[in-house]
């Protein structure tokens, strides 16, 4: 159920507020598309700065829309233990497929924490995906504190930012092989499938779905070369993206393609002018637009 490429879904606003009507269309482009998957309200999707109400509104709102046509891994990440186990019970009684609880950033807790944290969300019932984004979390949870939380029959797999295309081969050792693993760098996908990822939770999915579908379905199939393709074509975009805060980058993208606002939240603003330029040029190279 959980493979292939999985978008990290952006939250389009208008006048400062969720616009699910764009949401909505947004679900089923995706679906149309060839995405394997829809993750709401993770960091692409503004959480940090989504009030509680529009969080769970999301979630329930993207569930609704998918309709079981693809699974849902609701966002519900926090550093606060008892508010990350609010956001999954919601996203299970609202039917979400799982969850996605990064790593409790600021404030910094030891491997124990970490396996308190998520032991304390495993028993909420619902699959739970780690994701490990030390980058941003500033706590990098280790292949043997992995190893051991997956042990836990709900914890099934893992969204790795990490970066480092070893990690994979590593946590096939201390998880198991059936462990599933996702990559959460676009630039780095097609290695991590190669050392036995099985798909991406992508941020540049939102912009061209078709092409991140084709790469990942050839990747599955063992054909690395079609894959490859791909992914040269899309490195530009990757990297444009990412220039800024990825969000604000696939937003800018998204309004190009007419499918929402370019709107962000402060502290975030919207793409300078030489970054919006590198975007549309890596549109251009990738044949989303003329």
């Not at 029959?153 to 994979?168: E, H, S």
């Not at 693993?181 to 992508?202: K, M, P, R, Y």
């Amino acid at each position: 159920m959980f493979k292939g490429s999985m978008v990290a879904l952006v939250t389009p606003f208008k006048d400062d507020a969720v616009d699910f009507s764009a949401l909505e269309a947004l679900v089923d482009w995706h679906i149309t598309e060839g995405t394997h998957g829809l993750v709401p309200v993770g960091t692409t999707g503004e959480s940090p700065t989504l009030t509680h109400a529009e969080h769970e509104a999301v979630v329930e709102a993207v569930v609704k829309r998918a309709a079981g046509r693809v699974p849902v891994i609701a966002g519900a990440g926090s550093n606060n233990t008892a508010e990350a186990q609010r956001f999954v019970a919601h996203a299970k009684a609202v039917g979400a497929d799982a969850a996605l609880v990064v790593t409790p950033y600021y404030n910094k807790p030891t491997q124990a924490g970490l396996i308190a944290h998520f032991e304390a969300l495993a028993g909420e019932g619902l699959p739970i995906f780690i994701y490990n984004i030390p980058g941003r979390s500033v706590v990098d949870m280790s292949p043997e504190t992995m190893g051991t939380l997956a042990k836990l029959p709900t914890i099934v797999g893992v969204k790795d930012a990490t970066g480092d295309l070893a990690r994979v081969s590593q946590q096939r050792i201390t998880c198991g092989p059936d462990f599933i693993q996702l990559s959460g760098e676009d630039a780095t996908a097609h290695g991590f499938n190669a050392q036995g990822g099985v798909g991406c939770i992508s941020v540049t999915c939102n912009v061209a779905p078709g092409l991140l579908s084709k790469l990942h379905e050839a990747t599955e199939a063992g054909d690395y070369a079609t894959a490859l393709d791909i992914q040269d074509k899309l490195m530009p975009l990757h990297q444009a993206i990412f220039a800024e805060p990825g969000l604000v980058g696939a937003k800018y993208a998204l309004s190009l393609l007419g499918k929402c606002a370019e709107d962000v939240r402060l502290p975030l603003v919207p793409a300078t002018e030489g970054t919006k330029a590198r975007i549309a040029e890596a549109m251009r190279f990738a044949g989303l637009i003329a």
